[in-house]
């Protein structure tokens, strides 16, 4: 089973910044790719897509102008540039991929983050 793997996680001082990375530990296929996060007490919510190929992005309200989804198809990584972090940005933060017939099929493990006042 592949797996996407995470890293980058870490905390830091709100106002600050992190970028996750995220990458398969094989060959997938998949049309999309999400960001999603669970803070503490919360259900897990989606914070970010991006369409593969056309390179479409959609993001959560709480997160939209300070974070930013991208992919680097040459080294097949997925990333999210986290900007402007609020203490309520505290989470475990997982990267998924799916396809529009399966749904997100592949996720990581997850990664902290935690952002200090």
């Known amino acids: 089973q592949v797996q996407l793997v995470e890293s980058g996680g870490g905390s830091v001082q709100a106002g600050g910044s992190l970028t996750l990375s995220c990458a398969p530990s094989?060959?997938?296929?998949?049309?999309?790719m999400g960001w999603f996060r669970q803070r503490p007490g919360k259900g897990r919510e989606g914070i970010a897509t991006?369409?593969?190929?056309?390179?479409?992005?959609d993001y959560a309200d709480s997160v939209k102008g300070r974070f930013t989804i991208s992919l680097d198809n040459a080294k097949n990584t997925l990333y999210l540039q986290m900007n402007s972090l609020k203490p309520e940005d505290t989470a475990i933060y997982s990267c998924?991929?799916?396809?529009?017939?399966?749904?997100?099929?592949?996720w990581g493990q997850g990664t902290q983050v935690t952002v200090a006042s």
């Open positions: 998924a991929a799916g396809t529009y017939g399966a749904g997100y099929n592949h």
């Open positions: 094989g060959a997938i296929s998949s049309t999309f």
């Open positions: 991006i369409q593969l190929g056309r390179g479409n992005t």
